[in-house]
């Protein structure tokens, strides 16, 4: 796949990311945000490539993952970021909330572990304003969703834009 | 390929697209079930984070049910259980097919206007139009998503 197939997944799937780290803007887009990237990109593909060819299947499936995998990419650069600038994030934030909800379950001793696990996130966080499970924890969970969320767009995509033609 | 077998592989591939919306909705409903299965509690770090990736989880605009708030906001509550409703009912109706080209697009409007205009602040946000719109959208998503999938998966190489 040469520079100019890439070109619009790229810019989408950062245009995604951009947008889904504004918190103003990702509480309108919800989860639209990367299957409209990825339908946007496929339409950029037609404008730049000149192609009156219908969509494929396998070419929807290809933009719907090359676009999930730069938004999440890129959102979890921009987390990482804005988490070891601030040396806080939201999972921080919301931490003392998650941790009494979990012991008010009352659940088996085991249970603690994920406790403390958490807990060690948070203090690397506060203290160096990086943490290597977390980001270990916000790549894998961004890049599954937002693949599966850009298949999703590229089907859609693939579907509104063959119609078109 | 016979009748029977592109019979099948049509079935399999509805249940197998109604698993994973059941899986995905009854994920985003599980704080409703902390009190009776204790491993969902313990996961509940990592499944909220999970659906923070699509969702802004703001808890004055989410469902809940005993106290305990649905992981995504009543829209996208609405756009996933359409796609589980639609995923169900097509188990039952062989021709599900979109017949509008333009029913996506027209799904597509009543949720974006509502969006605007809660935004706007011409209305208050209402949870339940929240997620009616966004029930119309998901269903009708999900019947495009269906019918790409059968056209080529099935279409192309079975010759159905």
């Known amino acids: 796949m040469d520079t100019k197939k890439i070109l619009p997944s790229f810019v989408c799937g950062f245009g995604a990311a951009v947008v889904s780290t504004v918190p103003g803007i990702k509480n309108i887009g919800?989860?639209?945000?990367?299957?409209?990237?990825?339908?946007?990109?496929?339409?950029?593909?037609?404008?730049?490539?000149?192609?009156?060819?219908?969509?494929?299947?396998?070419?929807?499936l290809a933009f719907g993952i090359l676009t999930g995998i730069f938004a999440a990419f890129f959102s979890t650069i921009f987390d990482l970021l804005l988490t070891f600038i601030s040396h806080t994030n939201d999972y921080v934030e919301a931490l003392?909330?998650?941790?009494?909800?979990?012991?008010?379950?009352?659940?088996?001793?085991?249970?603690?572990?994920?406790?403390?696990?958490?807990?060690?996130?948070?203090?690397?966080?506060?203290?160096s304003g990086f943490s290597p499970l977390y980001t270990f924890m916000i790549f894998i969970s961004n890049i599954f969703i937002d693949i599966v969320f850009g298949i999703i767009g590229g089907l859609l995509g693939m579907s509104y834009l063959n119609k078109r033609k | 390929m016979n009748v029977s077998k592109q019979f099948h592989n049509r079935?399999?591939?509805?249940?197998?697209l109604f698993v994973i919306a059941f899986i995905w909705c009854v994920g985003f409903i599980s704080p409703v079930f902390f009190k009776s299965i204790n491993i969902l509690a313990a996961s509940y770090p990592f499944t909220k984070r999970i659906y923070s990736i699509v969702c802004h989880q703001i808890g004055a605009k989410t469902f809940s049910i005993n106290n305990n708030n649905f992981l995504v906001?009543?829209?996208?509550?609405?756009?996933y259980s359409g796609a589980l409703i639609a995923s169900l009912a097509s188990l039952f109706y062989l021709s599900f097919n979109?017949?509008?080209?333009?029913?996506?697009?027209?799904?597509?409007?009543?949720?974006?206007?509502?969006?605007?205009?809660?935004?706007?602040?011409?209305?208050?946000?209402?949870?339940?139009?929240?997620?009616a719109t966004g029930l119309f959208f998901g269903s009708v998503s999900f019947t495009y998503i269906l019918n790409i999938l059968e056209n080529n998966l099935l279409t192309e190489k079975n010759g159905y």
């Open chain 1, 96 to 127: 003392p909330q998650t941790e009494s909800l979990i012991k008010s379950y009352k659940l088996d001793p085991l249970f603690d572990q994920t406790i403390s696990m958490l807990d060690a996130m948070a203090k690397q966080i506060k203290v």
């Open chain 1, 30 to 60: 919800c989860c639209l945000i990367v299957p409209a990237a990825t339908l946007i990109a496929l339409f950029l593909d037609e404008k730049i490539n000149h192609s009156d060819l219908k969509i494929n299947l396998k070419k929807a």
């Open chain 2, 98 to 131: 979109p017949r509008n080209n333009n029913l996506l697009l027209y799904s597509l409007i009543p949720l974006l206007l509502d969006v605007l205009f809660t935004t706007a602040g011409l209305y208050h946000y209402s949870k339940i139009l929240a997620m």
């Open chain 2, 73 to 79: 906001c009543a829209r996208c509550t609405g756009i």
């Open chain 2, 11 to 16: 079935i399999f591939l509805r249940i197998c």
